[in-house]
């Protein structure tokens, strides 16, 4: 018997036995501390709203009628929130990911 045809029948008696999708779903629980991470990343996403909101109001309280200042005022309103809009969007672009991810 030729190697070729030994492996090609190898495989097919193999054939049923190979699991043909694989289906794993994130366990909650099978990781101690599970549920002190999610409340350490809430708390990091609180901290960062709260400091956008600060620079929010840094970046108005320096648009005096210094011409410098103006523009880092503004160019911190802008950082300020963009981080906002990342911060509280990122459970949602984090489930976008996941889903696209099963996709694949």
Same mark, same amino acid.
């Given at each position: 018997m030729s190697t070729l045809i030994l492996a090609v029948e190898t495989a097919t008696a193999l054939g049923p036995l190979l699991p043909m999708q694989v289906d794993i779903n994130p366990n909650d629980s099978g990781l101690p501390g $599970? #549920?002190?991470l999610r409340t350490i990343v809430g708390a990091v996403m609180t901290i960062g709203l709260i400091l956008s909101v600060l620079a929010i109001v840094w970046g108005f309280g320096a648009n005096s009628s210094n011409p410098h200042l103006a523009g880092r005022g503004k160019i911190g309103v802008l950082v300020s929130c963009g981080a #906002?809009? $990342?911060?509280? #969007?990122?459970v949602t672009l984090i489930n976008f990911f996941w889903d696209v991810g099963q996709q694949v």
């Open positions: $599970i #549920a002190q #906002a809009v $990342i911060c509280g #969007a990122s």
